[in-house]
């Protein structure tokens, strides 16, 4: 009788991660790390000091969404701050200075649902971003294009802010 408990509860888990992951309305839907499962990265897209937050907007993803560059510059030459996790999918946030910029943005579908999908083509996305503001940006497609969705990340702040504080204690 046991095992079966522990079966369905696996199962129950599992699909709850499943089901957690598909939504991405905010960066706090984006699936957890899960010890080992999923990544967690911030990206500084600015040269020089680091910047406090009420001095830089953030812009967020789920970590299916990926920024390739920002005003032409590929994010290889930005600092990052990461964990690494089994797939790729999961919490990601860009530290950007006030203003417009033009993002760079592909996909990469693979949270372990045994679907994998990524974009043939890279798309632009020019955002106007605030000191202080959170943009989250989400993926959608119909089936033969895709296209980034934004929307107000703010309600996620505190996590932002906590994810943030993780991944840089000790590295700044």
């Given at each position: 009788?046991?095992?079966?408990?522990?079966?369905?509860s696996i199962?129950?888990?599992?699909?709850?991660?499943?089901l957690?992951?598909?939504a991405?309305n905010?960066y706090?839907?984006?699936?957890?790390?899960?010890?080992v499962?999923?990544?967690?990265?911030?990206?500084?897209?600015y040269d020089g000091d680091?910047?406090?937050?009420?001095?830089?907007g953030?812009?967020?993803?789920d970590g299916?969404v990926?920024?390739?560059s920002?005003d032409?510059?590929?994010?290889?030459?930005?600092?990052?701050?990461?964990?690494?996790?089994?797939?790729?999918?999961?919490?990601?946030?860009?530290?950007?200075l006030?203003?417009l910029h033009t993002?760079?943005?592909s996909?990469?579908?693979d949270?372990?649902?045994?679907?994998?999908?990524?974009?043939?083509?890279?798309i632009p996305?020019v955002i106007?971003?605030?000191a202080?503001?959170?943009?989250?940006i989400?993926?959608?497609d119909?089936?033969?294009?895709?296209?980034?969705?934004?929307s107000d990340?703010?309600?996620?702040l505190?996590?932002?802010?906590?994810?943030?504080?993780e991944?840089t204690k000790g590295?700044?």
């Open positions: 009788m046991r095992p079966i408990i522990r079966s369905k199962f129950l888990i599992f699909t709850l991660i499943f957690n992951g598909c991405t905010s706090t839907d984006a699936p957890p790390t899960l010890g499962l999923y990544s967690k990265y911030v990206d500084i897209g680091i910047k406090p937050f009420e001095e830089v953030v812009v967020t993803t299916i990926k920024v390739q920002v032409g510059k590929s994010m290889d030459q930005y600092r990052e701050y990461k964990t690494s996790g089994f797939y790729s999918g999961g919490r990601y946030q860009l530290h950007l006030p203003g993002l760079t943005l996909f990469h579908y949270k372990g649902t045994g679907t994998i999908a990524w974009s043939k083509a890279d996305k106007s971003i605030s202080g503001q959170v943009i989250h989400s993926w959608s119909n089936g033969s294009t895709w296209k980034a969705l934004e990340g703010s309600k996620a505190t996590t932002i802010k906590s994810d943030y504080a991944l590295k700044l």
